[in-house]
């Protein structure tokens, strides 16, 4: 199986230097988005992993201003950093000079980067510490990008955070309902129709200075950070296609979602998906312990409502996805949007239920 993905991959792979023969290919990590493959290189007799990734194009159109983003990112966090290289994902150019590499014949798109050795990710945390460790590193990578010299970064994905906009997209969406997938979602779709009004909260005070502009990562779920494999210690963050201006809570709040909750984001057996205190304080501890100098009152006020933002958000994209056919998301069975959309929600409740404790323990 492998060696036919490499067969397919080996014309693209001639293209970056990669100073050997590459001698596998092989399927790598469960983002929703890119095509990624972990590479084996025989570089004279010493073996040496790269990533491949093939880039969405549906959703990042603008390769050349995309990569120029986390070029600049990644320079920038490497700068900060010079004593430990696995602190920054590093590009590997292709021949052509540029980050990337377009095949001319179809025009698909394709990056290369280091491979963080000794690091792994996860798909849900299994002790307080994981999230503690998470929530730092993504904290100290907030903060190191708050000195990025030179213009804003380019919008890879514009609004992709403007809640009240995903909210009339679901209700354009629910409207034609041209799967006739309504009928097989109507609590969900009363779930999200009940949530509207706190949709406007964050994106309203962005726009009338009650918080401030930030360059944000704006994906910062649990496996968009490495861990070092023996400590368990945040190693890098990864996964830089959405690093664009945004609102710390927008950050905050997806490491709530993926970071707080017991189960797999797609666990069918709701009975199993429990948004856990305990992994919230860890989290809090964790990212003040990086990003509380520079916070404002108002954000570290709106921290915990972020996570229900964030997360019913997310859950209202799934939502949306599955009523109008799968066509963003990445799925792997029928029904996939759908049952990640209903942990979202549940989440969704659970802290709804348990906000004051949320609240009491940021105080
Ligand atoms: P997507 O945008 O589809 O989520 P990611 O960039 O997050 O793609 O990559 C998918 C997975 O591949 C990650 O969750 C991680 O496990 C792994 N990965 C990505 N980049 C690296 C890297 N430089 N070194 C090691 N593993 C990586
Ligand atoms: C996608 O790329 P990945 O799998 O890390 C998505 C996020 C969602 C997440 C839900 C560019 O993240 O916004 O929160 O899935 N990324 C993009 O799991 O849309
Ligand atoms: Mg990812």
């Not at 001319?104 to 849900?124: L, M, S």
């Not at 949530?195 to 990562?217: F, M, Q, W, Y």
């Not at 400590?231 to 709040?253: A, K, Q, W």
């Amino acid at each position: 199986m492998s060696q036919e993905i490499l067969a397919k991959l080996l014309p693209v792979t001639a293209n970056f230097d990669l100073r050997g023969v590459v001698v596998d290919a092989e399927p790598w990590g469960s983002g929703h988005i890119n095509n990624t493959y972990r590479l084996t290189v025989n570089q004279s007799g010493l073996t040496v992993h790269y990533i491949l990734q093939g880039i969405n194009q549906n959703i990042f159109p603008n390769v050349p201003k995309l990569m120029e983003n986390i070029q600049r990112v990644t320079r920038h966090i490497a700068s900060r950093n010079p004593q430990d290289p696995r602190a920054s994902l590093t590009i590997v150019d292709a021949r052509d000079g540029k980050p990337y590499w377009q095949n001319p014949a179809d025009k698909a798109c394709y990056r290369v980067y280091v491979f963080i050795e000794g690091a792994k990710t996860v798909d849900a945390v299994t002790c307080p510490e994981q999230a503690y460790q998470a929530a730092r590193t993504f904290g100290a990578f907030q903060c190191a990008l708050a000195d990025m010299p030179g213009a804003p970064l380019f919008e890879s994905i514009v609004d992709f955070h403007h809640t009240p906009k995903r909210f009339q997209k679901f209700l354009k969406v629910l409207k034609e309902d041209k799967m006739d997938r309504a009928k097989l979602c109507q609590k969900e779709i009363d779930f999200a129709l009940a949530h509207e009004k706190e949709c406007s909260i964050v994106v309203d005070l962005l726009a009338n200075g009650g918080l401030p502009p930030r360059v944000t990562h704006n994906d910062t779920k649990i496996n968009n950070v490495m861990l070092d494999a023996k400590t368990g210690e945040g190693v890098c963050v990864i996964d830089l296609d959405t690093c664009m201006p945004g609102s710390c809570l927008y950050d905050f709040g997806d490491e709530i979602r993926t970071t707080t909750a017991t189960a797999a984001e797609d666990e069918r057996d709701l009975s199993k998906v429990r948004f856990d205190l305990n992994l919230f304080e860890a989290l809090v501890k964790g990212y003040l312990s990086t990003a509380g100098g520079f916070l404002t009152p108002e954000e570290k006020m709106l921290l915990p409502f972020s996570g229900r933002l964030l997360t019913g958000e997310c859950g209202l994209r799934f939502l949306t996805d599955f009523l109008e056919g799968d066509v963003y998301f990445k799925i792997h069975r029928d029904g996939h949007n759908l049952d990640r959309c209903r942990t979202q929600f549940e989440l969704v409740a659970q802290m709804e239920s348990l906000e004051n404790e949320m609240n009491k323990f940021v105080k």
